[in-house]
């Protein structure tokens, strides 16, 4: 009963943005952290950024900061991932995530449902 559906994902050159939406339904939004995780050929998955579960905090991969933004709107039950000056080396699988987290965050336990997936290829 549970879904995270992603959208958002595409083709993009080198510079360009795209905006990233997780749909989810069949969970009591607001209890859960929710973050994006993603996946390169070849590669394990791997954190990208997270949010806190009344959005106050955020949380974010070392090579995206400065260029990625998480946020949630817990009135639409959506986690959104908005990617500037995207790279090469983003290109992968994105995935939403719902988790098990400290109040504020600043622990993430465990992740309890994944969406499908959206690709992101940035071309140079």
């Known amino acids: 009963q549970v879904q995270l559906v992603e959208s958002g994902g595409g083709l993009v050159q080198a510079g360009d943005s795209l905006r990233l939406s997780c749909a989810v339904s069949?969970?009591?939004?607001?209890?859960?952290?929710m973050g994006w995780f993603r996946q390169a050929p070849g590669k394990e998955r791997e954190f990208v950024a997270r949010i806190s579960r009344g959005g106050g905090n955020t949380y974010y991969l070392d090579s995206v900061k400065g260029r990625f933004a998480i946020s949630r709107d817990n009135a639409r039950n959506t986690v959104y991932l908005q990617m500037n000056s995207l790279k090469p080396e983003d290109t992968a699988v994105y995935y939403c995530a719902a988790g098990r987290t400290s109040t504020g965050g600043s622990v993430w336990y465990g992740t309890d449902y994944w969406g499908q997936g959206t690709q992101v290829t940035v071309s140079s």
């Open positions: 069949g969970l009591t939004f607001s209890t859960y952290g």
